[in-house]
């Protein structure tokens, strides 16, 4: 039984940060990867970052490249998302994810991220 909590949103002001945490719990952690996604209001959900199994690759949106980044404490079974100098536009529901398949990287590919978190909120005002 896989499962995926995210916490750490919440209301900061532009040029703020936030760090968001996904603790897994069901599997070994470090046999998958994963990855973060989000959603805002009449918006489709966007990849926002991903890493591997290892953590030896990570992958990012060109939207977020240069100011979230993804990182992960295997010990601690936790995946981050280090947001730095946010902006409005990043107002959206941040959900973590993990694919079924051990030892892959789906990526961008939404279809092949299996297991899902109920996402946090972050607000950036302006």
């Known amino acids: 039984q896989v499962q995926l909590v995210e916490s750490g949103g919440g209301l900061v002001q532009a040029g703020g940060s936030l760090r968001l945490s996904c603790a897994a719990s069901?599997?070994?952690?470090?046999?998958?990867?994963m990855a973060w996604f989000r959603q805002a209001p009449g918006k489709e959900r966007e990849f926002v970052g991903s890493?591997?199994?290892?953590?030896?690759?990570?992958r990012y949106a060109d939207s977020v490249k240069g100011r979230l980044s993804v990182s992960r404490d295997n010990a601690k079974s936790t995946v981050y998302l280090q947001m730095n100098s946010l902006k409005p536009e990043d107002t959206a529901v941040y959900s973590c994810?993990?694919?079924?398949?051990?030892?892959?990287?789906?990526?961008?590919?939404?279809?092949?991220?299996?297991?899902w978190g109920q996402g946090t909120q972050v607000t950036v005002s302006s």
């Open positions: 994810a993990s694919t079924r398949y051990r030892r892959t990287d789906p990526g961008m590919a939404t279809n092949l991220w299996h297991y």
């Open positions: 890493i591997s199994w290892s953590g030896g690759s990570t």
């Open positions: 069901g599997r070994t952690s470090s046999d998958y990867a």
